[in-house]
């Protein structure tokens, strides 16, 4: 696997800073990228999970990009792929009681955690969202966030994988986080407003069948598309 430490830069280019609608399918690339994996790993193909899962890195890195532009190409790479990363471990947590009923033959290499790991069967109290705090911490420190988006966005998984309504309100507060290193001093309510568009996003995630990539992505891609020309032109023309 591709360690954090020989992190590459994209074989794509950069997209440009103010191409809302490349961002917007960026994005929901990696995220399906990172379903796929998932589904992979499910399965017992450790090959597919291994290959999705690169490619789900390169996606959510140049999606760093766009959102990072002012920082370093290699930096925003290393932003991206912690995060991703964070989100594989956070999947490997939802999904062990069916993970670790499966050969470990059939996952070697695939896994970031180790498959042998005794990690239990109570998802929310796993020691292995120290790990997904750890991640996200890498990713703060690569884009210049606040750390304490780390602690919120790690508390909005654990709340969304057990289908707990606090979600929302843990998303859209790591949102705000975020969106406060994107944009120079956003305005609450533009905070409120982006982070509503954020949840809205992640409502339509959770609705892939998985069946129709293409299907997939249009359901959701016009709220995230509206979503990016707006920070965008917050960033451009100053809060609005």
Known sequence: MISLHEATPPAEPPLRPDDATAAARTLLEAYHLQDERERALLRGDAGRAEAVGRRAIDRMAIAYGAEFPEI???????AGESFMRALFVQDEIENWDRLRRLPERRLQGALETDPGGAYGSDPVHDERWDRVRGLLAGTCRSAGIDGRYATEQTRFWVYHGQRDPRWERSAHGAHGIKLRAMVEEPSAD????????????????????????????????????DYYTELFAMRSEGDR
């Open 72 to 78: 370093e190409r290699t930096r925003a790479r290393a």
């Open 190 to 225: 533009a905070t409120d407003r982006m982070g509503r568009r954020f949840v809205e996003g992640v409502r339509g995630h959770d609705d892939w069948g998985h069946a129709d990539r293409t299907a997939d992505l249009a359901a959701v891609i016009d709220p995230v598309v």
